[in-house]
């Protein structure tokens, strides 16, 4: 079960996130609070809004424990939002670069701790409904990097400057078409769980998400405070990580928006039941 966090607050290095902690996200490839060893990939994706305001992004298909690049950058890199994320890949999925979470598309990053059984069923439709402006931007095989082009999709024309409403509003519609198509090529008794993670730098989106009430979903927590001394910020993360945070569990089916400015509001999200 791959495990992520994000961040969004006063810049702090890349550092405090992925190594510094106890249970980092690098140490939750190979100690995580749920599932098995998460071997398949890392992923960093940050941003630096001085110079660019689409979002850099580090992914490789070694293990997070052995990738010394990033180790020696981390220190170095301060942002203000960034995601991270450590792969256990499903069974069958290719492991390779381009499966590698965070995903970038403009000035959107996305990730995916979960899954969506049942797929590889539902594919062939689901990008024939795509446009083609997003349809060519797919590199690898994922559920999850399908599910990022269906958020791009219902974005539209609010995709080079989405409101946070427009990209929470995005996600859900996104999932709730997944989930439909699903149940219209029989698979809709086969299980999804999703926490979801989508920012444009300036704002957070997440999603603790399974199809039916006696599914349990997948962890996820929110965390605020001081991430160091004297820098505000607010993070959400698969397992608890950072000392000198308030911490609680976002609900089951529920989605969390949160801005830069500190504006916050959770949202029920309805699940989906097989037919």
């Known amino acids: 079960m791959c495990r ?3 961040y969004l607050g006063d810049p702090i290095a ?3 996130v992925l190594y510094k902690p106890d249970h980092s996200i690098v140490s939750q490839a190979t ?11 890392f992923g960093v994706g940050w941003y630096a809004p001085r110079l660019d305001q689409g979002p850099a992004l580090y992914r490789t298909s070694a293990p997070a424990w052995a990738d010394q690049n990033m180790k020696n950058i981390a220190p170095r890199i301060e942002s203000e939002a960034f995601f991270a994320h450590v792969r256990g890949a499903s069974p069958g999925m290719n492991v390779q670069e381009t ?4 995903f970038a ?9 979960g899954h969506i059984k049942g797929h590889e ?3 062939r439709s689901l990008r024939r409904e795509l446009p083609d402006d997003v349809y060519f931007n797919i590199r690898g095989t994922t559920d999850s990097e399908h599910l990022f082009a269906v958020i791009q999709q219902e974005l539209g024309d609010a995709i080079d400057d989405p409101s946070p409403r427009e990209l929470a509003d995005a996600m859900r519609s996104a999932l709730h078409r997944v989930e439909a198509l699903k149940r219209q090529h029989g698979v809709g008794d086969k299980p999804t769980r999703a926490n979801l993670a989508l920012t444009d730098g300036r704002c957070l989106v997440a999603m603790r998400y399974a199809d039916d009430e006696e599914r349990e979903a997948s962890t996820l927590f929110v965390g605020r405070g001081q991430a160091v001394p004297r820098r505000e910020g607010f993070f959400i993360s698969s397992d608890p990580m950072i000392e000198g945070f308030e911490v609680e569990a976002l609900p089951e089916n529920h989605i969390l928006i949160a801005t830069r400015e500190g504006d916050e509001r959770i949202e029920p999200v309805k699940a989906k039941k097989a037919a």
Do not use: K, T, W
């Not at 499966?99 to 965070?102: E, G, K, S």
């Not at 598309?105 to 701790?113: A, D, E, I, S, V």
């Open 4 to 6: 992520f966090a994000a």
């Open 14 to 16: 890349l550092n405090e």
């Open 31 to 41: 100690d995580p609070q749920e599932g098995p060893l998460n071997g398949d990939g």
């Open 99 to 102: 499966n590698c979470h965070p």
């Open 105 to 113: 598309q403009g000035r959107l990053l996305f990730m995916h701790n």
């Open 121 to 123: 069923r539902i594919l």
